[in-house]
Structures are given as C-alpha cells and as structure tokens.
C-alpha cells in the first residue's frame, strides 16, 4: 500500500479515565509479571537475546539506513523553554585567515529529557512511591548522579528488531490530535493492518504523527496536550515481551487518563517493566521506505553516549531495512 492508498477511517475509541486504584493494580500486574523469573538487572533487555539480535540481523534487505531522531533544537519555542544550546569555541577570527594547522571547535549542552530532542530514558529516570524500577531505593539518585540502573547498563547499545506500528495510518489520518490515546484495540489493528507482530526482545515504535504536525502547523505546548498511549495499552506491550518502547511524542498523552499521576505510561514502562523508553523520535522519514519495501520490521542500532551515572542520553537510533 502506498502513501496515497489510505484504509478507511478507523473509529477512534473514546479515551476513558483510569481510577488511581485501577492504575496500581495495573502496575502492581505489569511489576510482578517483569519480575518473574528472578533478578532483572538490565531490565526488559535481558529478552534481548544475541540469538535475536542474529535474527534480526538477518532480515535486512537493501541495506537502506534511515535515522529516527530529529535534528536537536537551538531555539527556543512552545514546547522548548529550554533549547539546547550550541557554540563555537574556536577558531577566532585570526584563526581563520592565517597560515598553519588550526581546528575548529564546538560546545554542546542539553536538558536530555526535554519535549523536543530525540533521547532514551534510563532505567533510573523514573522514580514511583519512592523506589526505581525493580524495588530500587530512588534515593540511588544523587546530586553527583545516578548509582544504580543507569545508562551505563546500555553501554554496548541496543541493537535488535524494531517494529513500527503507525497509527495515524491505521485511522487514516495525517496525525493524531493531541490528547488523542491509543488503546490496545489500535496496536492489535495496526499490526493486522500492516502484516506484522511485535514479539519477544524487539524494539516497538508507535507513531502517533507528532513529528508531522509540529512540522505543518508549529509547535505547542505539549504540556497540556498531545498524543500517546493509554495506560492500558501496556497490556499490550507487556503481552508482546518487547524490550523497548519508542514514540514520535513520549508515549504519554496529555491530559492523563490517570489524574493522580501524570505520566501513567512512563511509570508503567520504566518503573513497573523495566523497559527502555524512547521519546520524541521522528519517524516521517522511515514511513515511505517501509511502505515501498511492503514490511515494517528492519534491524535497528540505538547507540547511546558513554555517560555511566546519567538518566538518559541523546540519540540517534538507525534503522537498516
């Protein structure tokens, strides 16, 4: 199917609220069916098997390469109080006009789990009544860093399977409104819909069309409003036994489902599953090669920065088709 040969419109069911005591006996299900098993010290990716990352491996076709992140912002908008920041340090002005070897010379700084810069969430960064995933003390989290489930768990990168469920396309519509949420019924449709199952140690991305929208009618404030999951679809996820999740938004719509706590999803996922959350990814480039190529699974490569004590990290997943 291509671009300009949509499905019908799917119904879009209404999202509905979820009790604080219905979210915790949720979470109380989605932990200890994590745990099971033993001690899960790198969390959801000891499903990650290299057997699966060989598979996977395997399946690549043309050798096509396609990044899902978005280029990093400088400036500052809606949804971005606080940009990036980037400069020059060097050359001067001399420098660049006199004979000799000379280098130029930059500065980088970031607020990593920002609403607008591509990034992974550690398993750290998500702290619930006072713990971390896996029962962890959230104190562990210090001023000088992270001691416990950090970044450093995923030093080697992440390398496996990823799945790209698209919603929007499912609905047939550009992109979902925000404070649109996705059920479980739309991830079951869309991988009918597009011949594909996520499974076992692969790396789920569900596009919601953030990226698009921003792009066609400017930024927000993604605060108040935007696209994600709906708590229950981690019901979903958690019957897949993937071991990453990954959005064009942050998985977590706005409003909450949940009015007791505000990011439902992220406290399911990181704290209660033990997976690895992927925000804001851009996936706009990645839509038109699966649809050509007639699959939506491909090797993927997520390649986070060596910063052993930190929460999260930019990053620039690749997928090889």
């Given at each position: ?120 969430d550690a398993l750290c960064h998500v702290i619930f009544d006072g713990e971390l995933y896996g029962g962890v003390p959230a104190s562990t989290v210090t001023p000088d860093g992270a001691e416990a489930l950090t970044l450093d ?169």
């Open positions: 199917m291509t671009s300009h040969q949509r499905p019908a419109p799917s119904p879009i069911p209404t999202p509905h609220p979820l009790s604080e005591a219905a979210f915790r006996d949720l979470y109380r299900r989605l932990r200890d069916q994590a745990l099971e098993g033993g001690d899960r010290r790198r969390g959801a990716l000891d499903r990650l098997t290299p057997e699966r990352v060989v598979a996977a491996a395997a399946e690549v076709r043309c050798g096509r390469t396609v990044s899902l992140a978005a280029p990093v912002e400088t400036r500052s908008g809606p949804d971005d109080p606080e940009p990036a920041s980037h400069r020059m340090t060097a050359p001067t002005r001399r420098e660049t006009v006199e004979h000799g070897l000379h280098f130029a010379r930059d500065r980088f700084a970031m607020n990593v789990h920002g609403d607008v810069d591509s990034h992974l768990l995923v030093r080697d990168g992440i390398v496996g399977r990823g799945v790209l469920l698209d919603i929007p396309r499912l609905r047939g519509v550009p992109w979902l409104d925000p404070g649109d949420q996705v059920g479980a019924e739309d991830l079951v449709a869309a991988e009918a819909a597009q011949g594909t199952t996520a499974g076992p140690g692969d790396l789920l991305f569900v596009r919601v069309g953030h990226r698009l929208r921003r792009r066609t009618v400017g930024a927000w404030d993604v605060t108040r409003a935007r696209a994600g999951l709906h708590p229950t679809a981690m019901r979903f996820v958690a019957e897949r036994r993937v071991s990453v999740l990954g959005s064009d938004g942050n998985s977590d719509a706005a409003s909450s489902a949940v009015a007791e706590v505000a990011f439902p999803v992220h406290v399911l996922a990181v704290n209660a599953m033990g997976l690895y959350l992927l925000d804001y990814l851009d996936f706009e480039e990645l839509v038109p090669v699966c649809e050509q190529q007639g699959r939506w699974h491909f090797l993927c490569v997520v390649a986070p920065l060596r910063l052993p004590a930190a929460t999260g990290s930019p990053v620039n997943p690749i997928a090889v088709l």
